[in-house]
């Protein structure tokens, strides 16, 4: 994905069963949640992440053939009618109230007194890094945020409104759950006690009964099965989930994977010599002892379920050792997962999952994506008291149901997050109520925003783009020299078979489909902690009773998140997708000149398409399958170029946090930003040749058409952090920094160093470049 919104570890999990690279900061079932309501991964991702301990490259599929034919597309007025005067070195100046608007925005973020051959993103954003405060209820401040903060005051001025008689069930159900959140007065009325009426339900929890518990009634697969009944995750010991099928994407099939964890394995594998270790800790113990256990009895229980959680985060696969899509596609029958791991009763385990939708038998084939950690799990689970067992998945419930709780457990929530990513304040209540509204019922809520607020001419405008960077990405792939014709063949095939999803699917218009979608769902206003279970639990049921069913491409539901800024690829459904949150502000506008549009919203573009082709995409094939289409001798030079631009990234280090970036596990993204430059860069050339040359913008007569649209490109990126959420951003995510967003890329074209006129050897001309596209 190319969105870099801000990461928050909160702790309700729900789940996608996607990796989209955007999600990855949430837990498993969130994701498993989100697809359920229309997100695509991610997957994120995975995804999404979190797109998250994230899943390899799946997202739900997507047609080819939807993609439109240049004849289909309504292609833009080059200009809206302008105010054109000449500066006093004879060039075009653009003085409508659009330009006026755009320069002022790039003034307000540019420092000119930065080299631009120096330092791009310090020119280009100097003033925005030293004029921006973060936010006490944030933890970074950029692009995606500003636009993500104008779309949550128009969610909650839609959520506002009262329900009307007439008013369609699902947008009803959304501004139910808004209200539940926001009802403040009957959440403190009810205390803890519907967590802990929960916490009976579910079997106890240890340290809350003491020496009353029974380790008798307790065993690992049973408390999955009452989770799966609750609404709660099923993954905190091993990942399960329907996915698509990598190897033959038209159907779906059981995925099994090593588990969710409460906070990340890079830091839980630091033990307790790591601060944010010790915060989770203690974070564990007031939770627990302000739900009523013994202090000094939850200090040494909870070490120890801690400690198995470390187990588990020792004995799962690394984020680097996830990006080759073939070493974790391991298919086996039940019959052979019972052979080959005696211990865990597969069978009864999967059907109980699955009940009542669907019975399998033992002839079932599973992906088992690390079989290692199955026969790890097997002894570990044999060797650790069930009291520890019981005491940690007791915690992962309590601490996904603390956000929904009393102002007492959130305070102490909040600073937790404040350890972990530095912000000092919760959002205000209205804007956590929106969140929780809009990312749990995205359907429902984007319906209502795309009626009221999408303009439906940025469709149009997107189109065309994306149609023409498209044609710049195939000419590159007909002009690389290190590609032989039968790969290459393969790959103008590839991109030729990419699908298009924007803005949204016109299915979200249709209110017979989406109170269809949301039959059998029910929230209460004066229960916020069941009403969100209640949806967690209808996610679950939607996806698990998808194993049967044949994989749709086109799946309106899948694609059905518009109220988000951000953008995805889905290597499994070969598809690029821009929902209508991400068509506006500094991304796009039709007021504005070209080169502003394809250096912002035209570089998110071309991103999302390269990734098809990055080290993960490119493993897949044209009809989103899981096929090593490259001759061999290419491969390697592949790998060589991706190296170069593994070696770029990981030398460079965040000065504010004395750490150096992650190449391998940021180099989806950078190759994407490499190769998203410049097929944006050249899409636009393109642009101008059937328009002519546009005016310059007021205030900044002295920069090109072409410089301008660099400037354009950098400002998306323009971002603070606190150090907190960089070294969390670093250590654990996919994305770099914007910094080195801006100065990776550009320093590796020619193309920028040419309009800027920089010395070869400058920082933003270096001798050496790389490029994979």
């Known amino acids: 994905m190319s969105g870099d919104p801000e990461y928050i570890t909160t702790n309700y999990n729900m789940r996608n ?36 301990a994230v899943i390899l490259l799946r997202t739900t599929p997507s047609n080819a ?37 755009t320069a002022s925005k790039l003034l307000y973020n540019m420092d000119d007194q930065v080299d631009p051959c120096d330092d791009f993103y310090g020119f280009s954003c100097g003033s925005f890094l030293k004029n921006t405060r973060i936010p006490d209820d944030k933890t970074s401040v950029n692009t995606f945020s500003i636009i993500t903060d104008q779309l949550q005051e128009q969610i909650r001025s839609l959520l506002d ?47 809350l009964q003491g020496d009353s518990w029974d380790e008798r009634t307790f065993s690992w697969d049973e408390s999955v099965y009452k989770f799966r009944s609750a609404g709660y995750s099923v993954d905190y010991f091993l990942d399960f989930s329907i996915s698509v099928d990598v190897k033959n994407s038209t159907k779906r099939i059981i995925d099994l994977d090593q588990a969710s964890l409460g906070l990340s394995r890079e830091y839980l594998n630091r033990g307790f010599s790591d601060k944010l270790v010790v915060a989770y800790y203690e974070y564990m113990v007031d939770i627990a002892t302000l739900l009523g256990a013994d202090r000094a009895r939850a200090e040494i229980e909870l070490k120890d379920s801690l400690m198995f959680e470390m187990k588990l ?24 997962l019972q052979q080959k791991f005696p211990r865990i009763p597969w069978l009864t385990y999967i059907n109980r999952l699955l009940a009542p939708h669907i019975q399998v038998g033992l002839d079932e ?114 002009e690389v020299d290190w590609m032989d014709e039968k790969t290459r ?42 009403s969100v279970l209640n949806l967690t639990l209808f996610g679950t049921e939607y996806l698990f009773s998808k194993l049967r069913e044949p994989v749709n491409k086109t799946d309106w539901v899948t694609h059905g998140r518009p109220a988000i800024v ?40 071309g991103h999302e398409i390269t990734h098809g082709f990055d080290d993960q995409g490119r493993q897949f094939d044209k009809n989103g399958n899981l096929i090593d289409w490259w001759q ?68 900044l007569e002295k920069y090109s058409p072409r410089q301008l649209f660099w400037m354009s490109a950098a400002n998306t990126w323009c971002s603070v952090y606190r150090n907190e959420a960089i070294k969390l951003r670093i250590t654990t995510g996919f994305h770099a920094p914007g910094r080195f967003r801006v100065i990776g890329p550009m320093s590796n074209m020619e193309e920028f160093a040419e309009d800027f006129r920089c010395p070869v050897g400058s920082p933003m001309n270096p001798v050496k470049k790389c490029k994979v596209w």
């Open 17 to 52: 069963n996607v990796k989209p690279s955007f999600w990855e900061q949430r837990t498993r079932m969130e994701k498993r949640l989100l697809m359920a309501v229309g997100v695509v991964a991610l997957l994120a991702v995975g995804f999404l992440a979190a797109f998250l």
């Open 65 to 101: 053939d939807d993609m439109p034919q240049t004849s289909e597309l309504r292609v833009s007025p080059p200009m809206p009618p302008a105010v054109i005067s000449k500066s006093d070195q004879g060039d075009l100046v653009c003085n409508t109230p659009g330009c006026v608007h």
């Open 161 to 207: 409104e009262p329900i009307k008689e007439d008013e369609p069930r699902p947008f009803a159900l959304a501004k139910t759950l808004y209200q539940a959140c926001m009802n403040r007065t009957a959440i403190e009325a009810r205390g803890v006690q519907p967590l802990l009426d929960m916490i009976q339900r579910l079997g106890g929890w240890p340290v």
């Open 313 to 336: 985060a020792n004995i799962s696969l690394p984020l680097e050792k996830r990006r080759n899509a073939t070493s974790l596609y391991n298919p086996m029958t039940i019959g052979e």
């Open 365 to 478: 084939i599973t992906i088992v994506n690390v079989p290692k950690y199955m026969s790890d799990l097997e002894d570990l689970l044999q060797n650790t008291p069930k009291r520890v067992q019981a005491n940690y998945v007791m915690w992962r419930v309590a601490g996904a149901s603390v956000s929904y709780l009393t102002e007492d457990l959130r305070r102490r929530q909040l600073a937790y997050v404040t350890a972990l990513s530095g912000k000092t304040e919760r959002e205000s209540r209205w804007k956590e109520c929106a969140d929780t509204a809009s990312v749990s019922m995205s359907i429902a809520v984007g319906a209502l925003y795309i009626r009221k607020y999408f303009n439906e001419n940025s469709k149009a405008n997107a189109l065309e783009m994306v149609n023409d960077i498209r044609q710049q990405f195939r000419k590159t792939l007909t």
């Open 489 to 530: 063949e393969e790959a103008l095939h590839k991109a030729d078979g990419m699908s298009s999803h924007i803005a949204y699917p016109n299915e979200m218009l249709d209110n017979k489909k989406l109170t269809e979608f949301y039959s059998g769902l029910e929230m209460s206003a004066d229960k916020l902690m069941e």
């Open 566 to 605: 951000n953008a995805f690829y889905s290597s499994i459904e070969n598809s690029i997708q821009f929902p209508a949150g991400i068509l506006q502000g500094a991304f796009f506008s039709a007021q504005r000149p070209a080169y502003m549009n394809y250096g912002a919203i035209g570089f998110v573009i």
């Open 632 to 699: 061999e001798m290419t491969k390697q030079k592949y790998l060589e170029k991706a190296k170069c631009i593994i070696d770029q990234y990981s030398n460079y280090t965040v000065k504010e946090v004395n750490m150096k970036l992650n190449g391998v596990n940021t180099q989806g993204e950078n190759i994407a930003d490499n190769g998203g430059i410049k097929e944006a860069y050249y899409a636009y050339q393109a642009w101008t040749q059937r328009h002519g040359e546009e005016a310059s913008l007021p205030g």
